[in-house]
Antibody, heavy 126, light 110 residues
Framework: QLQLQESGPRLVKPSETLSLTCSVSGDSITRDDYLWAWIRQPPGKGLEWIGTIYYAGNTYYNPSLKSRVIIFVDTSKNQFSLRLTSVTAADTAVYYC??????????????????WGQGTLVTVSS | QSVVTQEPSFSVSPGGTVTLTCGLSSGSVSTDSYPNWYQQTPGQAPRTLIYSTNIRSSGVPGRFSGSILGNRAALTITGAQADDECDYYCVLYTGSGTWVFGGGTRLTVL
């Protein structure tokens, strides 16, 4: 059974870089039927898709965050990671990693997020 | 960037039927938007309910169903139960490898 777990610093200073890693267990990150995604949720607010990566390196980012985001995969560790630069208090959120399942017919865009990690709260504060 | 709209809140009586919807500021939702629906209880990660418009995820009760109603995606709960009281989020594919979540609907069962 596929399981995901986020890890990384819980407190980041303004203007610095937020770094999180998602460890995938139960199967290989190189499985063809999955992409891998980061999603966040500010306290008391809704969900926001940050970006998605395929193990081969194809990346897709939220246009509103694209200038500050990098997502990359380390297949040797079965992990994928998020880097968000120049953070402000508005980046304080619970950050979730998730599998981004590809439809069997491989229709572009026909994907869904499953499973999800438990989420980790990252606070931006000096 | 497209904005995905959901009703901020809704209420339903126990045993009743409720339909939550999900729209696009820039046009109509269709099956090509591949709408997904997620359920989230406080303090927990979201749970997948529906994907590809109307396919129930494994283990999801049959009282949850998805569809397209007019120009919006819809999640219908038939025979609402007390533990259905939580937040519901839709997400739409908006093209060029991008997905947008709606703001969520808080459902009250009373």
């Amino acid at each position: 059974q596929l399981q995901l777990q986020e890890s990384g610093p819980r407190l980041v200073k303004p203007s610095e870089t937020l770094s999180l890693t998602c460890s995938v267990s139960g199967d290989s990150i190189t499985r063809d039927d999955y992409l891998w995604a980061w999603i966040r949720q500010p306290p008391g607010k809704g969900l926001e898709w940050i970006g998605t990566i395929y193990y081969a390196g194809n990346t897709y980012y939220n246009p509103s965050l694209k200038s500050r985001v990098i997502i990359f995969v380390d297949t040797s560790k079965n992990q994928f990671s998020l880097r968000l630069t120049s953070v402000t208090a508005a980046d304080t959120a619970v950050y979730y990693c998730a599998g981004h399942v590809r439809s069997p017919a491989r229709q572009g865009g026909n994907n869904w997020f499953d499973p999800w990690g438990q989420g980790t709260l990252v606070t931006v504060s000096s | 960037q497209s904005v995905v709209t959901q009703e901020p809140s809704f209420s339903v009586s126990p045993g009743g039927t409720v339909t939550l919807t999900c729209g696009l500021s820039s046009g109509s939702v269709s099956t090509d938007s591949y709408p997904n629906w997620y359920q989230q209880t406080p303090g927990q990660a979201p749970r997948t309910l529906i994907y590809s418009t109307n396919i129930r995820s494994s283990g999801v009760p049959g009282r949850f169903s998805g569809s397209i109603l007019g120009n919006r995606a819809a999640l219908t709960i038939t025979g609402a139960q007390a533990d259905d009281e939580c937040d519901y989020y839709c997400v739409l594919y908006t093209g060029s490898g991008t997905w947008v979540f709606g703001g969520g609907t808080r459902l009250t069962v009373l």
